[in-house]
């Protein structure tokens, strides 16, 4: 089992930045992938940015390129989300995943929420224009 709490979230104005954060506990050791997904009222769960651990390679979404930057502490098992130049449209309960599965079609599947086995309860994230 593997445990996942984001934080970080809050309300901030258009322009302005916030960084999340998801502290791994339990079979963090079995993880080869992380990432964060967004859910705004209304709508489906939605990939916003992941890493694959062994290689190092990260994704983005289209719509946070640029702007949004994933990375992880590994000493603390922590994973980041920075998040630059915030847009009223950012606006969703994010959260952070994990797949633990071996996967050899990841780099094709890492957008999926079905990818990913351990998720996080999910931090929200306001921004106001």
């Known amino acids: 089992q593997m445990q996942l709490v984001e934080s970080g979230g809050g309300l901030v104005q258009a322009g302005g930045s916030l960084r999340l954060s998801c502290a791994a506990s339990?079979?963090?050791?079995?993880?080869?992938?992380m990432g964060w997904f967004r859910q705004a009222p209304g709508k489906e769960r939605e990939f916003v940015a992941a890493e694959r651990w062994s290689l190092g390679v990260t994704y983005y979404a289209d719509s946070v390129k640029g702007r949004f930057t994933i990375s992880r502490e590994d000493a603390k098992n922590t994973m980041y989300l920075q998040m630059n130049s915030l847009k009223p449209e950012d606006t969703a309960v994010y959260y952070c995943?994990?797949?633990?599965?071996?996967?050899?079609?990841?780099?094709?599947?890492?957008?999926?929420?079905?990818?990913?086995?351990?998720w996080g309860q999910g931090t929200q994230v306001t921004v106001s224009s």
């Open positions: 339990g079979r963090t050791f079995s993880t080869n992938a």
């Open positions: 995943a994990a797949n633990t599965r071996w996967n050899p079609y990841y780099d094709r599947e890492y957008y999926y929420t079905g990818t990913y086995d351990y």
